[in-house]
């Protein structure tokens, strides 16, 4: 079936330092979409693209969305420790339900 | 304040001992959804709705019932919840039912079953 799967599973940095997590789709997505759950709390909606090649930025974190729109990236400019939580992507399949990656639990050391 | 609640916050229970997680959300949102979260598997669907008295499976809804019968309620129903439904779970609405709406996540339903 269709599939978004995302990679790491785990990263953890050291303060300062960059971090990255990716997504991708077994078919091309009409969109996609990032949460953001932080520790002991709930998914949080961070940013959807929709355009091929579309790359938005909120302050630090830089997202982009693949020329196929089959593949998607989150990039975090030098981590802070507020960046920790688990970080999912989500794109529409059959009749516009959302599927979600398995998420990146991102930790921070200070 | 625009929100979705869900109720209890946590519940442990005992195998085949029905019970019901309440999910109430006040945006007149018409699309709402369940999903359990496992580690290491992310988010998983269980069952949507995309308006009153429409609701459909979604990927893991084996074990469980849902209704909607108002538009901002969503109860989800484990008429005889076994160990491997210990899990945490997440009731969702967003506006519609296109995909390109943002979801909105109650607090979390934290289950276990013994």
């Known amino acids: 079936g269709q599939q978004v799967m995302q990679i790491p599973q785990y990263q953890h940095v050291q303060e300062g330092e960059d971090f990255t997590t990716y997504c991708n789709s077994s078919?091309?997505?009409?969109?996609i979409q990032w949460y953001k759950q932080r520790p002991g709390g709930h998914p949080v909606f961070l940013i959807q693209?929709?355009?091929?090649?579309e790359v938005k930025k909120q302050k630090r974190l830089t997202f982009q969305f693949g020329e196929a729109k089959k593949n998607s990236s989150l990039h975090i400019t030098a981590t802070q420790t507020t960046d920790v939580g688990t970080y999912f992507c989500?794109?529409?399949?059959?009749?516009?339900?959302?599927?979600f990656g398995a998420g990146t639990r991102l930790t921070v050391k200070p | 304040e625009a929100q979705v609640t869900q109720n209890p916050r946590y519940l442990i229970t005992v195998t085949g001992k029905k019970l019901t997680v309440t999910c109430s959300q006040n945006m007149n949102h018409e699309y709402m959804s369940w999903y359990r979260q496992d580690p290491g598997l992310g988010l998983r669907q269980i069952y949507y709705s995309m308006n009153v008295e429409v609701t459909d499976k979604g990927d893991v809804p084996e074990g469980y019932k849902v209704s909607r019968k108002e538009k901002r309620n969503f109860p989800l129903i484990l008429e005889s919840p076994s160990p491997n439904q210990t899990s945490l779970y997440f009731c969702a609405s967003r506006a519609g039912a296109s995909g390109l709406y943002e979801q909105y996540f109650g607090p979390g339903t934290r289950l276990t079953v013994t």
């Open positions: 989500a794109g529409p399949i059959r009749n516009n339900d959302m599927r």
């Open positions: 693209l929709v355009k091929s090649g």
């Open positions: 078919t091309t997505l009409s969109n």
